[in-house]
């Protein structure tokens, strides 16, 4: 079993920043895949980052978004940087069974975390 508590969440104006956190207790994140899927209001949730076998950003975030871990703290970030408001969301946290994050990427992965709330106002 992976527990996953994310922190980090909050309101920032539009063009700003924020760092997510993920600090994950059970297992080593270092021999899974881990990334942020987030969910606004009315659409179905998404997966925005990856970091495993390889590493993964959607359309909409690259550029923006970096994922990164701390295996020392096995802990997992988020650096949001530029935002907008279309990145409003409950962002989570998530754990795959495997490294390559094959579940991950079909939107299944194994653990996830309790979601944070990100607000950006315009």
């Known amino acids: 079993q992976v527990q996953l508590v994310e922190s980090g969440g909050g309101l920032v104006p539009a063009g700003g920043s924020l760092r997510l956190s993920c600090a994950a207790s059970g297992r080593t994140v270092s021999n899974h895949a881990m990334g942020w899927f987030r969910q606004a209001p009315g659409k179905e949730r998404e997966l925005v980052a990856m970091?495993?076998?390889?590493?993964y950003y959607s359309d909409s975030v690259k550029g923006r978004f970096t994922i990164s871990r701390d295996n020392a703290k096995n802990t997992v970030y988020l650096q949001m940087n530029s935002l907008n408001a279309e990145d409003t969301a409950v962002y989570y946290c998530a754990a795959d069974g495997t490294y390559s994050g094959i579940n991950m990427r079909n939107g299944r992965p194994d653990y996830w975390g309790q979601g944070t709330q990100v607000t950006v106002s315009s």
């Open positions: 970091s495993g076998g390889k590493t």
